[in-house]
């Protein structure tokens, strides 16, 4: 059953709903408007806007260190050319199932959050494990294209990297480069607790590195994350919840995300560039 259809049998109650919000936007959109009619409080946990990387190279954009951004690469690659049988079910081909609902969910909306829609948008979505019994779409590439700005959202299986590359930022005055993912849910599943001191810490020779040109020279250096962790989603929902604010992550977000979703498969079916309408 899909986090959508689980959190409709649950709307008589105030619901966070997993990512993939819904297999599709039609059924976004019902959810969310069931929840306005129950009047019950609806939201998505898109935790990784809450990512170290993350919020650290949103931080470095906003503030001006990169200048006009014209490339944004966020990368979920790995190397597992076998499916771990221990999630087996991963590799089912399912209504919401696939790399681009379990993984690309995350890279787009950290890209909406960020950007804003795109103007158009290209998917390739594939298979690269050799072995694929379940034709399990397990790798995926999409392009963003907006305004002199291009958002490349890729995922892959078959990347025999030992520093996986996370982010690659490219602007007018600089650029930023990281490794590693985000420590946090690592963490969490080997038992750290989110008051630990070192949660959601990383060693220094994880960090990002920025790299500016001024002057007609180059001059590089790490840059520390200190950003909050997961632990604001929960505290921005106890707030919903006793009304001082709303939900940390407006579900009318995540439908978005799932329609640009639909709109790379559609993509990468037709092989081409698809426009994004109004959503």
Same mark, same amino acid.
């Given at each position: 059953?899909?986090?959508?259809?689980?959190?409709? &049998?649950?709307?008589?109650?105030?619901?966070?709903?997993?990512?993939?919000?819904?297999?599709?936007?039609?059924?976004?959109?019902?959810?969310?408007?069931?929840?306005?009619?129950?009047?019950?409080?609806?939201?998505?946990?898109?935790?990784? &806007?809450?990512?170290?990387?993350?919020?650290?190279?949103?931080?470095? %954009?906003?503030?001006?260190?990169?200048?006009?951004?014209?490339?944004? @690469?966020?990368?979920?690659?790995?190397? &597992?050319?076998?499916?771990?049988?221990?999630?087996?079910?991963?590799?089912?081909?399912?209504?919401?199932?696939?790399?681009?609902?379990?993984?690309?969910?995350?890279?787009? #909306?950290?890209?909406?959050?960020?950007?804003?829609?795109?103007?158009?948008?290209?998917?390739? %979505?594939?298979?690269?494990?050799?072995?694929?019994?379940?034709? !399990?779409?397990?790798?995926?590439?999409?392009?963003?294209?907006?305004?002199?700005?291009?958002?490349?959202?890729?995922?892959?299986?078959?990347?025999?990297?030992?520093?996986?590359?996370?982010?690659?930022?490219?602007?007018?005055?600089?650029?930023?480069?990281?490794?590693?993912? #985000?420590?946090?849910?690592?963490?969490?599943? *080997?038992?750290?607790?989110?008051?630990? *001191?070192? !949660?959601?810490? @990383?060693?220094?020779?994880?960090?990002?590195?920025?790299?500016?040109?001024?002057?007609?020279?180059?001059?590089?250096?790490?840059?520390?994350?200190?950003?909050?962790?997961?632990? @604001?989603? !929960? &505290?921005?929902? *106890?707030?919903?919840?006793?009304?001082?604010?709303?939900?940390?992550? #407006?579900?009318?977000?995540?439908?978005?995300? %799932?329609?640009?979703? @639909?709109?790379?498969?559609?993509?990468?079916?037709?092989?081409?560039?698809?426009?994004?309408?109004? %959503?």
């Amino acid at each position: 059953m899909s986090n959508g259809r689980t959190a409709n &049998r649950c709307m008589g109650l105030i619901v966070v709903v997993e990512k993939p919000f819904t297999p599709t936007k039609k059924e976004a959109d019902e959810l969310i408007e069931l929840a306005k009619t129950r009047d019950k409080l609806l939201t998505v946990y898109q935790n990784r &806007r809450w990512d170290a990387d993350f919020v650290t190279a949103s931080k470095l %954009i906003k503030d001006g260190s990169l200048g006009r951004v014209v490339e944004f @690469e966020t990368h979920f690659d790995r190397h &597992r050319p076998e499916l771990n049988i221990k999630k087996a079910w991963k590799g089912k081909d399912i209504p919401g199932g696939g790399s681009i609902y379990d993984l690309g969910t995350h890279l787009i #909306d950290q890209a909406v959050h960020l950007f804003g829609l795109p103007n158009e948008i290209t998917g390739f %979505i594939t298979a690269q494990r050799e072995i694929n019994t379940e034709n !399990y779409e397990d790798s995926f590439t999409v392009l963003l294209h907006y305004d002199r700005l291009l958002v490349t959202a890729k995922s892959g299986v078959i990347s025999p990297e030992e520093n996986q590359l996370r982010f690659w930022i490219r602007g007018e005055k600089g650029s930023f480069k990281k490794y590693h993912l #985000d420590p946090q849910e690592d963490q969490l599943q *080997a038992g750290v607790k989110l008051d630990d *001191a070192l !949660y959601g810490c @990383e060693p220094s020779d994880r960090h990002g590195v920025l790299t500016t040109f001024a002057g007609g020279k180059f001059s590089s250096q790490t840059v520390r994350p200190e950003p909050p962790t997961y632990r @604001e989603f !929960y &505290r921005s929902f *106890a707030k919903a919840l006793s009304g001082q604010g709303p939900v940390p992550v #407006d579900p009318a977000d995540s439908g978005t995300v %799932i329609r640009l979703v @639909e709109l790379a498969k559609e993509s990468s079916k037709k092989r081409a560039t698809l426009p994004v309408s109004k %959503i």
